[in-house]
């Protein structure tokens, strides 16, 4: 197979991931979610917000672990 033929949809309903099956009702929700995520990630104070997040809960320890006795 060539890989012209490999070629996928710029909409990424066939992504060079896998792509994505979504129910064509879903979609119009998919791309407003996908619209407020851009709009997000250039918002300053959304940044530092999930910054916080991450910082808090990704990796460990956590605030949610448990400490040993």
Do not use: N
Not at 22 to 38: G, I, R
Request: charged fraction near 25%; hydrophobic fraction near 40%.
């Amino acid at each position: 197979m060539s890989r012209a033929a490999l070629t996928h949809p710029v909409d990424g309903r066939f992504g060079a991931f896998g792509g994505q099956y979504v129910p064509e009702t879903l979609m119009s929700a998919l791309h407003e979610l996908e619209d407020m995520w851009h709009e997000a990630k250039a918002d300053p104070q959304f940044q530092l917000e999930l910054a916080g997040h991450r910082r808090a809960f990704i990796g460990r320890p956590t605030p949610c672990t448990r400490p040993r006795a």
